[in-house]
Each structure stands twice: as structure tokens, then as C-alpha cells.
């Protein structure tokens, strides 16, 4: 098969390297992809946003399957011009991309669908909005209706923190939709499973890191690491998050004429009253992606064109026994400013470490050098018997790299080891 993959990220490159693993795959073009991905594939610079190129490309490279890694270019509907120009796609139509694209629908399907979920209310008037905020005061969830990029959500513990959050959305957007909920308490973790209409065949869980700096401190990023599996996603949390959270939405979204087709991700918060939905995402999380890639033992090829084409059915999705950690290497000053063409040193090193692989994200290769290019720039993971095992290795690996323009935290998968007792 000839695969084109959209994306240029850390989960990109894992994608990439899962793709490029199957002994059905003849080509692999990704686009724009990264140093990373040039090394399993053909790159290609097109814009992703322009459909139509990407159609292009489609005929000229007689390509097979698209597989479409950011949740932008779903929102945007381009699974449904690629389907609409006969190619078929992992990934859901712009409807039903909509589950990542706007939390107050997401909020809508839930309650049609009872499944559990944060009380909430949506707004779209500043005062409105700092008024029900005076109403119910904090801790308070404050999060913008759409995209952005991971960083639209404010977990405020103090009203004054929630109204800076709220007015600081209506600065940057007259008009803005956005979304206040209650504060759920408990252990946060990600859940997957992949979907083609109403079969739902789970492919795991991690824990991702969203804060910026050890210790759950300091503002919310895209993600600075995770681990899989998670320990708090028991057989009995995943057995209650399909039946009571995961198979209701989807049956929903059925109902509604929007069939949901691709990587569902939940992401839950277990408490004592069981797991309740957080947000969808309706894409591979990142850096979520890069550790259950690790583990995964079916060809990822034959699954992903069995979701697009309606056949998940047939398909028996395995995980090796196995632990996986991930540690985000970002340029520092992120997620606020940082600066670009720092020279990246150590990455052959960091990739022969016992179980160690490192997957590109922010990355640009100039001179025969790889430079940071971005905000999160490297994903430095690794396996293990267990999480111990694979945690040392995942920082192992770390210490290779050669790149004092960057930073980790020092903590991923403390929380899992916590859990299980171990230190």
C-alpha cells in the first residue's frame, strides 16, 4: 500500500515509524514531516490546509490510505474531500471531528447520550460569563469552545485566576465561545479506542503530563511526556468508560448521522464515583502516541485501513506486555517565547540506549545538523518489563542528548510508580 500521513509532529514520526514496520506498506509520504519521519519516508512540502493540493498529490503518488495525524485539518473537514474524491481515510468527518472541535458539543452529546461528564454552562458574552463565574466561584474550569492548540483550558483554583482566564479568551476573541465547568476530582488518564461507526475495539491507556514543570506546576502545555499503560485504568475503569461513556457517545453520534471514524481519546478523570469524561480528542495524543506505539504488536497498517473502510471488526488489536515512558524535551521558555536554531547534539546516542527510540517533533535538519524548530522539539522514550525499568531508560536516554537550550521535567511517570508502590 502507498500511505500518505498528514503531519509533521512527535506523533507523526511515531505513526511513521509504526507505519513503515508493516510488510504491507510499498510507499510512505508525510506531509510536511520532519527530520524524524525523512528517515522512514518521503517528506513532502504541501500545505495540509489546502485540500485540493493534498487531492493532487493523493492521484499523483496513487496513493491508498490517508492517515490524517493533527486534529486542524479534521476539524477542517478534509477527511471528507479526500473521501469525496475516493480516497480513503483514517480519520472523522468534519461533523464528527467536531468532539474535539467545539467542548459545548461535546457537552451536548454527552447529555443526550448520559454519559458522565462536569456540570457546565457555555457563554458567549464576557459579562455573562464572570457573572455565572461570581455565581459559583472556584475551583472552576474555564475552556475555549475551539481549538487551541492544548492550550484553551484553565484549571483556576481561584476566582481571580478564572477571571483573567475568561477575560484574557474575550481579548483575543470578541464574541468567543466558551465553556465553565465544575472541577473534577480525582487522577486524570487517557484512553483510546479505535472506532469505525458503532465497533469500538480499545487500544489502551497512558498518562500524560500536561503542566509545564515537575510537580504539576506552572502553565498548561501540549503535553511534556506520558507513560503507558496507566495504572489507574483498571479492567473495571475500562470496562465502565467503554460501556458508560465511550459506547453511549458513539451510538449518539450514529444516531445523529455523524458515524465517528478513527482514534477516539478519552480523557478521564477516575474518581470515587468511577471515571467521567474530561474531553474527546478525535485524534493519536501527543506525546500519548509515542508510548503506545511502542507497545502495540498489531500491524498499526491493517488496523487503520480496517477503521476507514468499516471492517475494525475483523481485526484483533494486541499490546506487548510491556511498559513504555516518554519525556518531552521542549526549548526553554516554552510555552511562553522561545528560540529557534538551537543545535541539537546526542540524538544517535539517546536512540542506542537499551529500548530507547527518539522521536522528532519540533526538529529541522540544516547543514547536516538537527536544529529545534519549535516549542516541543524531541520525544525521548523507551520500554521496559515495567515502568521502573522503562522510566530509568526513557532518562537514561535523556542524559545523552546534548542540547543546553532545552529542558524536561524530571517526574513522568512518578504518579504511575506512586501507584504501584514503587519508588
Not at 490517508?66 to 480519520?91: H, N
Not at 455565581?135 to 478564572?162: F, H, N, R, S, W
Amino acid at each position: 500500500m502507498n500511505v500518505l500521513l498528514i503531519g509533521g509532529g512527535g506523533r507523526e514520526h511515531a505513526l511513521a515509524w509504526a507505519i513503515a514496520k508493516s510488510p504491507r506498506l510499498a510507499r510512505l509520504f508525510v506531509a510536511p514531516g520532519n527530520p524524524g519521519t525523512a528517515m522512514l519516508g518521503t517528506n513532502v512540502a504541501v500545505d495540509v490546509a489546502n485540500h485540493a493540493a493534498i487531492i493532487a498529490l493523493c492521484r499523483k503518488e496513487a496513493i491508498d490510505l490517508v492517515v490524517v495525524g493533527p486534529e486542524a485539518p479534521l476539524v477542517a473537514g478534509l477527511a471528507d474531500d479526500l473521501q469525496g474524491a475516493g480516497f480513503p481515510v483514517f480519520g472523522p468527518s468534519k461533523a464528527a471531528a467536531q468532539l474535539e472541535g467545539s467542548k459545548d458539543f461535546t457537552k451536548q452529546i454527552c447529555a443526550a447520550a448520559k454519559a458522565p461528564t462536569a456540570h457546565y454552562a457555555t457563554f458567549t458574552d464576557q459579562a455573562a460569563a464572570l457573572a455565572h463565574l461570581s455565581e459559583k466561584g472556584a475551583p472552576i474550569v474555564v475552556k475555549y469552545d475551539g481549538l487551541m492548540a492544548g492550550k484553551g483550558v484553565t484549571v483556576a483554583a481561584t476566582q481571580a485566576e478564572a477571571e483573567t482566564a475568561i477575560r484574557a479568551l474575550y481579548a483575543n476573541e470578541a464574541g468567543a465561545k466558551v465553556v465553565l465547568e465544575e472541577m473534577l476530582v480525582g487522577e486524570e488518564a487517557s484512553f483510546f479506542c479505535f472506532v469505525d461507526g458503532e465497533t469500538i475495539v480499545p487500544l489502551g491507556s497512558a498518562q500524560d503530563h500536561k503542566r509545564v514543570f515537575d510537580g504539576d506546576e506552572g502553565p498548561n502545555t501540549g503535553g511534556m511526556g506520558a507513560y503507558s499503560p496507566a495504572p489507574v485504568v483498571s479492567e473495571t475503569v475500562e470496562k465502565t468508560a467503554i460501556e458508560a461513556i465511550v459506547a453511549p457517545t458513539m451510538r449518539e453520534m450514529v444516531r445523529r448521522g455523524m458515524p465517528f471514524r478513527g482514534i477516539l481519546f478519552a480523557g478521564l478523570m477516575i474518581g470515587p464515583e468511577g471515571p467521567k469524561l474530561i474531553e474527546y480528542n478525535c485524534r493519536f495524543g501527543d506525546p500519548e502516541c509515542q508510548v503506545l506505539m511502542l507497545r502495540l504488536e498489531t500491524d498499526l497498517l491493517d488496523i487503520l485501513e480496517a477503521t476507514a473502510k468499516g471492517r475494525l471488526r475483523e481485526i484483533d488489536v494486541r499490546l506487548k506486555l510491556l511498559c513504555a515512558v516518554g519525556v518531552v524535551m521542549a526549548a526553554k521558555g516554552y510555552p511562553g517565547d522561545y528560540p529557534k536554531g538551537s543545535v541539537i547534539g546526542g540524538l544517535e546516542a539517546a536512540g542506542a540506549m537499551p529500548g530507547a527510540i527518539v522521536f522528532h517533533a519540533g526538529t529541522s535538519a540544516r547543514d547536516g545538523r538537527v536544529t529545534a524548530n519549535g516549542g516541543r522539539v524531541l520525544t525521548i522514550c523507551a520500554t521496559g518489563d515495567d515502568l521502573p525499568q522503562a522510566r530509568r531508560r526513557a532518562y537514561d536516554a535523556v542524559a545523552k542528548i546534548d542540547w543546553p537550550e532545552g529542558f524536561c521535567r524530571s517526574d513522568i511517570g512518578a504518579k504511575g510508580l506512586a501507584r504501584l508502590g514503587k519508588s
